[in-house]
Every structure is written in structure tokens, then in C-alpha cells.
């Protein structure tokens, strides 16, 4: 077995190493971010086409352009590959850099499915190589605070979450969103936050109820969502859209007290906490909200450490959003093409 260890690897006194897989959007705002950090190197990128992964070494000043993604795979001066391609794309891409002995810090959501994110998680704990889903929500200064204070029992026992995501538009019907073949829909992309946003602080739900709209395409559009914890009696009611600019805001409230989080509370700049007989208390950080170099030094933190995974974003909770998102598109009807998994009752 290959190990992903300090020892193997000799980060210690020396930059972690990165190659960027896929030239979108996402991947412009991490590897901008990425090399804000004196601990960060990007030493290659690899798009599709060769055009593409030029002009993206260019304007970053990266050294190595690959068009194609087996030269990054190859390249013996990675250490770890940050996959920005679309869904459907995340399961091959992902294990084909944990195959080649890379650690792999892969976009949200981690797969298409839970099925594939298992096997991704099996792969990566065979090879004893470090693996992590770039939920840079769960990395943030301030959630990890909210999550600090619930836990610690500032607001007593959860009794509701609320969160929402979504988008205006309008999508054209070629753009992704779009696209099933591509996990298209609005699940995927911004339902995954206010479901991992819930099971952070709550865990895995025991009941899924969903409705939505689904475009002619039979990608989710609208979808509301109400999961359930038996034990406890709490409930989270979320949604997500690309129909509708929602007012992407997140409450939770308990036996003593409630935690609102304003506008984008996915990466919030404030939070205000609520308790019984006491004057609301505003939580304030002074990082950029938008920066997503916080899962980046996680993740070099791991890698040094010689952790396999994060604390912070770990691969079981990772692989039970996906259940939940699976059971999702089971009560809605949204299939991927050639989707063949066993769902969730």
C-alpha cells in the first residue's frame, strides 16, 4: 500500500505542489486564491485542450500546460490534483489521480452518486492517500464557529434548520445546469450547500420528503426539501433553485435560543446568535468570506500532518450527503443517463 505520509511525500520546510484539472470558472477562483499562500505552489494544469490549459498556465504563470489529463497524472512534481471539472466527470477524473499515487481534493458535489463516491472512498483509503470534497463551507472561520456553538450547547437541543440557495437565472437549454449527462439541475450545485450546511450540524437525516419542478430536460429547476431525525425530532426544511434568486439565508433554532446567518450564508461574513434572556450577540470575521484558500490550507495542513482525510470535511460525511442527495432525486424523478444505483427507501 502506498501511504500519503509526511515522510513519503517531504512536505515539511518545502511547498505543496499542485496541479489544477479543468480551466472553468471555479478553478480561476482557486488557483487565484491558491496562490495568495506562501506554502502553495502550482506547478501544472490540464484541460481537454491544449489551447485551453495554455492560456490558463499563461495567465496564472504555471509552468506546465497538459492537454489532456494523463500528463498531469504523470507529472512526478504533483502532489496533490484539485478537480474543477463538472459532476459527471468528478468520479473518473478523481480516481484516475488517486491510481496515479495523487492526492486529490475534488469539487462539490463528490460524484454524480453515492455509489460513486463510495467507490472513490474505497479507492482512496486503499492506497492510503489523502482525499477530500472541496466543501470550503465546512472550512470557513464562521460556520465552523456556528458549528462550535450548537455543539457546545449554545442554543440548547436543534429543534429547525432553514437554508435556501438559489439562482435567478435564466439558463439556456444547452448551458450544464441544464444537462443531465452532466448532472445538470439544481441539486447538485447549490442544494448541496443548505444539505450539508443541515447535516453538519444534525448528521444523516432518517426521513427524506422532496418536491420539485423539472425542466423538459429532466434536470430539478425548483426543489424543496424536508429531512427528518427521529430520535431527536428535529427537521430541516431547504431549498434550492436556478429559477429563483432566493434569499440564500440559514437559521437554526433550538430549545434555548436560534443562530441566524444573513445572505449568502454559505460564506458569511456575520452570524447573530440568539439566547433566551440575552441581547443577540453578532459574530464577525475580518477574512475574505469569498476566499477559498481555507480548504486549501486544510488541505496542505492534512498533508502534512499525514492525515488521510480532514476533520473537517470528513469522507463519511461527504458519502452521507450524497445518500441524501440520492434519496432527493429519488422522491423527484431526476435520473442520470445510464445511472444504475441501488436508491435509498
Known amino acids: ?18 496541479g489544477i484539472l479543468a480551466t472553468g470558472g471555479i478553478a480561476e477562483r482557486f488557483t487565484t486564491d491558491l496562490l495568495t499562500l506562501d506554502e502553495a505552489e502550482v506547478v501544472a494544469v490540464a484541460s481537454r485542450g491544449e489551447a485551453s490549459a495554455r492560456s490558463f498556465a499563461d495567465r496564472f504563470g ?71 470534497e472541496a466543501m470550503w463551507m465546512y472550512c470557513h472561520p464562521l460556520i465552523r464557529r456556528i458549528a462550535e456553538l450548537v455543539r457546545g450547547g449554545a442554543i440548547g437541543e436543534i429543534r429547525t434548520v432553514q437554508a435556501d440557495f438559489g439562482l435567478a437565472g435564466p439558463f439556456a437549454p444547452d448551458h450544464r445546469l441544464r444537462d443531465p449527462a452532466m448532472g445538470g439541475g439544481a441539486l447538485l450545485d447549490l442544494g448541496v450547500y443548505p444539505v450539508s450546511f443541515a447535516q453538519l450540524l444534525l448528521g444523516e437525516p432518517d426521513t427524506v420528503h422532496a418536491h420539485a419542478l423539472l425542466s423538459p430536460e429532466g434536470v430539478d429547476l425548483n426543489t424543496g426539501m424536508l429531512l427528518g431525525w427521529t430520535e431527536s425530532g428535529a427537521s430541516a426544511l431547504l431549498s434550492c433553485s436556478i429559477v429563483a434568486d432566493t434569499p440564500q439565508t440559514a437559521s437554526v433554532t433550538g430549545t434555548r435560543g436560534r443562530i441566524d446567518v444573513p445572505r449568502g450564508f454559505f460564506y458569511p461574513e456575520r452570524f447573530t446568535l440568539h439566547r433566551d434572556g440575552h441581547e443577540p450577540e ?64
Open 1 to 18: 500500500m502506498v501511504g500519503n505520509s509526511v515522510e513519503r511525500v517531504g512536505y515539511m520546510g518545502k511547498k505543496v505542489r499542485w
Open 62 to 132: 504555471i509552468p506546465r500546460a497538459y492537454g489532456g489529463w494523463d500528463g498531469l497524472f504523470a507529472d512526478e512534481d504533483v502532489d496533490v490534483v484539485y478537480v474543477a471539472t463538472p459532476h459527471h466527470a468528478h468520479r473518473e477524473a478523481a480516481g484516475r489521480a488517486l491510481e496515479a499515487g495523487k492526492a486529490v481534493l475534488c469539487e462539490k458535489a463528490l460524484t454524480l452518486d453515492a455509489r460513486e463516491a463510495a467507490e472513490l472512498v474505497a479507492l482512496a483509503r486503499d492506497r492510503g492517500l489523502f482525499l477530500m
Open 282 to 345: 453578532e459574530y464577525a470575521s475580518d477574512v475574505d468570506p469569498h476566499s477559498l484558500r481555507h480548504e486549501a490550507v486544510e488541505v496542505m495542513r492534512c498533508l502534512r500532518a499525514g492525515a488521510a482525510e480532514s476533520p473537517l470535511v470528513p469522507l463519511e460525511g461527504s458519502l452521507a450527503v450524497m445518500r441524501t442527495l440520492d434519496a432527493v432525486r429519488d422522491r423527484v424523478g431526476v435520473r442520470y443517463p445510464g445511472e444504475d444505483r441501488v436508491t435509498r427507501a
